[in-house]
T-cell receptor, first 115, second 113 residues
Framework: DQQVKQNSPSLSVQEGRISILNCDYT??????FLWYKKYPAEGPTFLIS?????DKNEDGRFTVFLNKSAKHLSLHIVPSQPGDSAVYFC??????????????FGQGTRLTINP | DAGVTQSPTHLIKTRGQQVTLRCSPK?????VSWYQQALGQGPQFIFQ???????QRGNFPDRFSGHQFPNYSSELNVNALLLGDSALYLC????????????FGPGTRLTVT
């Protein structure tokens, strides 16, 4: 039961252009959505999050958009830089007991920025 | 500000053996979660600890157990290792009142032969 899905295993973008990574989910009980970046041999690094009551959150070059009716979110990176080349994971938080949440991850999308 | 640290970095064990992985949370964090990441997959939730108690367990057998110490550090123990336990084990820490925002350590790569 894959509740969070990233349907594109890989994405290649030219340096300076916009990178758009997509994520779909099925569980309406998710209350936060997060994006993580992962380099080889490192743990996931938190990038940006959005509450389920919002539809946009922006932090520097990163913007996350949430479309609740479509159960879809996307991460926009503008402009894309070579250092952005990594695997990106979409994650959603769900309550496990009162006050506590766990994360449910997608399978990841490998982003490659070409010079 | 020290981030999440994990030890060891790599580990090779034989089927049937037992293993202990260690995690120190980010400074100020009191909640620790453990995840297993198989090759080509996203991390899967194993369990979460707060106030030295296991709060919730994911879909993992009882061979997986854990512990949290008074200083908030944590251990993950896996008994009777199987080949399928080979994976990257990630520890994540958070604040109890904001557990959705989790910060991950570099992970321990476990190989079972």
């Amino acid at each position: 039961d894959q509740q969070v899905k990233q349907n594109s295993p890989s994405l290649s973008v030219q340096e300076g252009r916009i990178s758009i990574l997509n994520c779909d989910y099925t569980n309406s009980m998710f209350d936060y959505f997060l994006w993580y970046k992962k380099y080889p041999a490192e743990g996931p690094t938190f990038l940006i999050s959005i509450s389920s009551i919002k539809d946009k959150n922006e932090d520097g070059r990163f913007t996350v958009f949430l479309n609740k009716s479509a159960k879809h979110l996307s991460l926009h990176i503008v402009p894309s830089q070579p250092g952005d080349s990594a695997v990106y994971f979409c994650a959603a938080s769900v309550h496990i007991i009162q006050g506590a949440q766990k994360l449910v991850f997608g399978q990841g999308t490998r982003l490659t920025i070409n010079p | 500000d020290a981030g999440v640290t994990q030890s060891p970095t790599h580990l090779i064990k034989t089927r049937g053996q037992q293993v202990t992985l260690r995690c120190s949370p980010k400074s100020g964090h009191d909640t620790v979660s453990w995840y297993q990441q198989a090759l080509g997959q996203g991390p899967q939730f194993i369990f979460q600890y707060y106030e030295e108690e296991e709060r919730q367990r994911g879909n993992f057998p009882d061979r997986f157990s854990g512990h949290q110490f008074p200083n908030y550090s944590s251990e993950l123990n896996v008994n009777a290792l199987l080949l399928g336990d080979s994976a990257l084990y990630l520890c994540a820490s958070s604040l109890e009142w904001r557990t959705y925002e989790q910060y991950f350590g570099p992970g321990t790569r476990l190989t079972v032969t």
